[in-house]
């Protein structure tokens, strides 16, 4: 296993066990970074398409997505403790669980090959669990933000095996809708949170 | 003490008197129904453009991105001019309703941008836009429930699109393993040299999951019910008759490119997902206590029948095409009668609600001929979708699903008229008067009721043509 894949592998997993959302915003900040990490390491030559792709991992995904969240969070006082997944023994076994069946589909699959090594699709694969796990056991919308926004990483990570680029505008485009879902994301926790309530009409007033 | 007056015990205080005429209507709705109506416009004059791809192959116009955008733009255009009467109706509306007029326009840009693309990957992000630009018109009520429905809504939602990514990557990775060139074009994708491979299977298999979230197929349904119970009418009218719609046509566009290779993949898929959610949609239809949540689950079951249909393709195919332009037009004007039913009767349930054909003629005869055209009773367009659909089941042997598929529409016809049918003849209740209509309140459920009547009586050639067309794209004869 690559050393980044092996980081992204600690950085999946860490905020699992920890249930405090700084650490899982510093997770998702991680993951952007090694994203682009391993983005470069693939590089052959930079180009316009490839420059766009490097800033939505690395900037995006690795800075200002974390950072939004991280600053929304704070203001709004969320308290330290944030579950990622229950934090009990049988969670943190399913968890594990999961990271092994993610392991043997790589390996047993047959999918994995040229450009995309089993290690690479076992990881991808155990984020993308991960994610969907999260999902499903937790009904907090932060932690399912954390769960979303996993997935999102995970399949970034798919791609990375490709040596597809979308043109520049697909690419810009993907990258609008990923700060736009973020800061979508951020508008329903201030709201959940009771900080700021937009004026809506009386309710005998439908529309 | 009769059952009227026990009903209206139960009720809050009647609707408030209707406004002046006077009232000026705000600007931001004036443009937005212009606009609307301009792109409805524009829409039928594609008509005139030959099939192909225009600005550098970025738009695509071929039969199904015509016929899903008039589809997609007379009905916003109707929804528009809607939004309009209830202005002239409930001015009080005037001081919060620039947000969602706003967001409304967004909407069907990006809803029309996303019919339009040649690239699958910039039709995904416009759905996407659609979505995010969704969740303030679901949320505008403000209440609790809203803003929750509005919260499983964008989960979901981006649930379902990121599993249609995946598939993406996973169709990339196949034509990347058996040399092809990788591209997103549509008709570069429909030509490539696909292996039918293990990733372009997981592929076409993930982007179908995805979409079918988008349309409220099982197993990601949840949402549906919800979001159409707690939006506003308005709302649940565009992302029933256009939103779903322009998840439709991501899905057809799929169906597409993976029958050039292979006619029969993922039939299995989309038949077993159709009568799985048609089941469920009918035990949600028997135990609903609300008219838009019994809504939402019937648009689940229409859902149903066309997932089965496209998986059948061959005859079925133009059954489905059918279905689907009769279906937007019944849940429009289901909605938005709907909405006007709420307003009037200050209710959501459907026990309050009596007496629709007294109380509100003009509602009450449009909701009437909706539920009519929900059921699939003749002569409405849905009908016919469903007799086709239905012969192309037995036409393939397939007798389960056939006995599946009529079971569930028998219970659903059943649940759906024991609840509808009282809203609409039960006993009236007094102490309501009855409101004055403005004509452009009406004049888009007119529109929607004779193009509902012409789709099951008589299609003009050049229709049916088109009509033909998509079908025969998504594997018709």
Not at chain 2, 416 to 422: L, V
Request: hydrophobic share 55%.
């Amino acid at each position: 296993m690559s050393l980044p894949l092996l980081i992204f592998m600690v950085v999946l997993l860490t905020p699992l066990v920890t249930a405090t959302w700084r650490l899982s915003v510093w997770g998702l900040a991680f993951q952007g970074g090694l994203l682009a990490w391993m983005a470069v390491g693939r590089l052959h030559e930079l180009s316009l398409d490839s420059a766009i792709a490097l800033g939505d991992l690395g900037l995006l995904r690795g800075l200002v997505a974390p950072l939004i969240l991280y600053l929304v969070l704070t203001r709004l006082g969320t308290p330290e403790r944030v579950e990622s997944i229950p934090a009990n023994l049988l969670s943190w076994t399913m968890a594990g669980g999961l990271v092994l069946v993610a392991f043997r589909f790589a390996q047993q699959s047959g999918l994995a090959g040229e450009g995309l090594g089993a290690t690479h699709l076992a990881v991808a694969t155990t984020a993308l669990l991960l994610g969907f796990f999260i999902l499903a056991t937790r009904r907090e919308p932060l932690s399912q933000i954390f769960g979303l926004l996993r997935i999102e990483n995970a399949i970034a990570l798919f791609e990375l095996a490709s040596a597809h680029e979308p043109p520049a505008p697909v690419r810009l485009a993907l990258s609008g809708i990923y700060l736009a879902t973020v800061l979508t994301f951020v508008s329903f926790l201030v709201r959940f949170s009771g900080r700021r309530n937009p004026s809506h009409p009386p309710e005998e007033v439908l529309l | 003490m009769t059952s009227a007056s026990t009903l209206s015990g139960a009720l809050p205080a009647p609707a408030p008197a209707p406004a002046p005429a006077s009232t000026p209507v705000p600007w931001s709705v004036v443009a937005f129904a212009a606009g609307a109506v301009l792109l409805a416009m524009a829409a039928g004059a594609l008509a005139l453009v030959p099939d192909g791809t225009l600005l550098n192959g970025t738009v695509v116009v071929d039969a199904t991105s015509r016929l899903f955008l008039v589809l997609i733009d007379v009905v916003g255009a109707g929804i528009a001019l809607y939004i309009w009467g209830r202005l002239h109706a409930e001015p009080r509306l005037a001081e919060y309703i620039a947000g969602w007029v706003g967001a409304a326009a967004l909407f069907l840009v990006f809803s029309n941008l996303a019919v339009l693309s040649n690239h699958l990957l910039l039709g995904w992000a416009f759905l996407e836009a659609t979505t995010l630009a969704a969740v303030p018109l679901i949320r505008f009520r403000g209440t609790k429930a809203s803003l929750d429905a509005a919260w499983r809504y964008l989960v979901f939602s981006g649930l379902g699109l990121a599993l249609v990514f995946l598939g993406f990557a996973c169709l990339a990775r196949s034509l990347e393993t058996a040399g092809a060139a990788v591209s997103f074009e549509l008709e570069s994708l429909a030509r490539a040299r696909a292996t039918g491979d293990g990733w372009w299977r997981l592929g076409i298999a993930l982007t179908v999951l995805g979409y079918g979230t988008k349309l409220g197929l099982v197993p990601m349904f949840a949402w549906l019910p919800d979001t159409y119970d707690s939006a506003p009418p308005a709302t649940t009218s565009l992302l029933a008759a256009v939103q779903s719609n322009v998840a439709l046509l991501g899905l057809v566009r799929v169906v597409q490119i993976a029958r050039v290779h292979d006619s029969d993949l993922v039939s299995f898929e989309l038949i077993a997902l159709g009568v799985a959610t048609m089941v469920v949609a009918s035990f949600g239809i028997i135990v609903s206590t609300r008219y838009k949540r019994l809504l939402g689950y019937a648009s689940m079951n229409h859902a149903g029948v066309i997932a089965i249909g496209l998986g059948l393709g061959g005859e079925a195919a133009y059954g489905v095409v059918v279905y689907v332009v009769s279906n937007a037009v019944i849940k429009a004007i289901l909605f938005l009668s709907a909405g006007k039913i709420q307003a009037h009767y200050r209710s959501e349930e459907i026990k309050d609600v009596s007496g629709l054909v007294k109380q509100l003629p003009y509602s009450g005869l449009f909701f009437m001929v909706g539920t009519f055209a929900l059921l699939g009773l003749p002569p409405f367009g849905s009908f016919v979708g469903e007799l086709i659909i239905m012969s192309g089941l037995v036409g393939r042997e397939l007798f389960v699903v056939f006995v599946a598929f009529a079971a569930a529409l028998t219970v659903s016809f059943v649940a759906t008229g024991r609840s509808m049918f009282p809203m609409i003849w039960g006993t009236s209740r007094p102490g309501l008067d009855r409101p004055r209509i403005p004509f452009l309140a009406v004049l888009p459920k007119f529109i929607f009721v004779a193009l509902l009547l012409a789709i099951g009586l008589y299609v003009p050639t050049s229709i049916n043509e088109l009509f033909r067309q998509v079908a025969a794209s998504v594997g018709g004869r």
